[in-house]
């Protein structure tokens, strides 16, 4: 069956680093576009940034521009999300997303990490 298994958050102080991950499997990988979203609790779910199949094309929110960076290894079928100079309102749960490029109604979501920015 589809999974998305994220890791890599946890507690970090003010200005550190994270690097989440994202295990696929049960799709074929390099036919969807992936995505990070973060929920804050009681508020709407965010895009953080995306990434199109092929890794070519990456796009971000304006408040992790130059901070975040998503990849992805369509060997390894994992995407990852680089976190740098993570500040206290980075605290929330991150989500990793795919969505089919032939057809949007595939489309699947991890259970999420907890990622908490704190000195």
């Known amino acids: 069956q589809v999974q998305l298994v994220e890791s890599g958050g946890g507690l970090v102080q003010p200005g550190g680093s994270l690097r989440l991950s994202c295990a696929a499997s049960?799709?074929?990988?390099?036919?969807?576009?992936m995505s990070w979203h973060r929920q804050a609790p009681g508020k709407e779910r965010e895009l953080v940034a995306g990434?199109?199949?092929?890794?070519?094309?990456?796009n971000y929110t304006d408040s992790v521009k130059g901070r975040f960076t998503i990849s992805r290894d369509n060997a390894k079928n994992t995407v990852y999300l680089q976190m740098n100079s993570l500040k206290p309102e980075d605290t929330v749960v991150y989500l990793c997303?795919?969505?089919?490029?032939?057809?949007?109604?595939?489309?699947?979501w991890g259970q999420g990490t907890q990622v908490t920015v704190s000195s």
């Open positions: 990434i199109n199949n092929s890794g070519g094309r990456t």
């Open positions: 997303n795919a969505i089919s490029i032939f057809n949007t109604r595939y489309r699947y």
């Open positions: 049960g799709f074929t990988f390099s036919t969807y576009a």
